[in-house]
């Protein structure tokens, strides 16, 4: 479904969020095949209807049609992630009613299997068995084989499988316009404060950081596969980033923390997933900030945004100056902001000052 873009107001923005979370058996074991297979079929049994097969004939995704778009489950990458794709929406009331018929609907299915959710942005350990799944937009898995085939780098969070050790909510943002291509380096200027915030992925097979999970993007992948994580250099045309992702050597898709999709949105990607629904609106609350105080001039694109970033990420520190600075922007913005955003932002701004405490 293509959205029309935002057009620098907030009333006219639609939000679309995609959340994963771990499950797994109550001994600690993926889902086998049998299992996943089992949940999809009951879902489409409970008023969901099959979306993709692969060319097996395995159910690989269910889905609902809704007003706005489709709600969407499906696995990611593996039977042990979890992925709940969410119809664009205006307003925080209405999500929260989505969000807690799918999870409810999702959970007590899962449960029937002897299957539960694990909470966490990462998993400490690796399982010593993953199941592969097709994707519902790669049924043929060509996507997954360039992947595994792809070169790995030694690099501490590297892993040829690093993507079923991850949980994520991505946020869609309907903000794609020739714009955004030239905000898209004060955009990254500002996105440190997820990774900084909202970590919940304190370590990934035995090793530790602040938040490990861009750090597994970072490391995940040689560098001569320029679309990951933060691009070097970061385009700022629409025909600069087509170049951009032509010449990223074994090129398989754009995994950069903010990217353009096909459906006339922009994705954030750097966001660990939550361990309730509050903190996911809060997150969407600082993007829609972001967006907004990019859009507005408030921020510009800082020289040394990607170490700002990464130390961040690593450490969990970041410059007193920058985010005082970056404290003001969001308390000028909040007013600013959808009414129904302005509490959840007020949330974020208060863990902020918690942040600014203990770095102080």
Known sequence: MFVASWQDDTRQLNYGIEQEQFIFNADGTPPSREQIIGVFQMLASRGMAAKAYHKNGELLAVKREMPNGLLMMKNDFCSHIFEIAFPPVRGVAEFTAIYHEAEGLAREVLAGFGLHVRPGGALAVMPEQIVLRASDSDDVQKRMDNYDGRPLPKRPFSHRFFFAGMCSIHCH?????????ARLPAQYSVEYLVPLLYSESPVFNGRRAHCVRPLMYRDGFCLAYR??????????TPEAYRQFLAGSQGFIRDYSFIAPSRHGTVEFRTACVQPSLDELIEVLALRVAQVLGVARGLWHERPHLRALFWNASLTGVAPQDIMDEDYTILSRLQPELPEDMQEPLGRVLTRFEGWQQMAA
């Open 173 to 181: 943002l309907n903000v794609l316009d020739d714009a955004f291509y």
């Open 227 to 236: 679309a990951s994580a933060i691009p070097d250099p970061i385009p700022t």
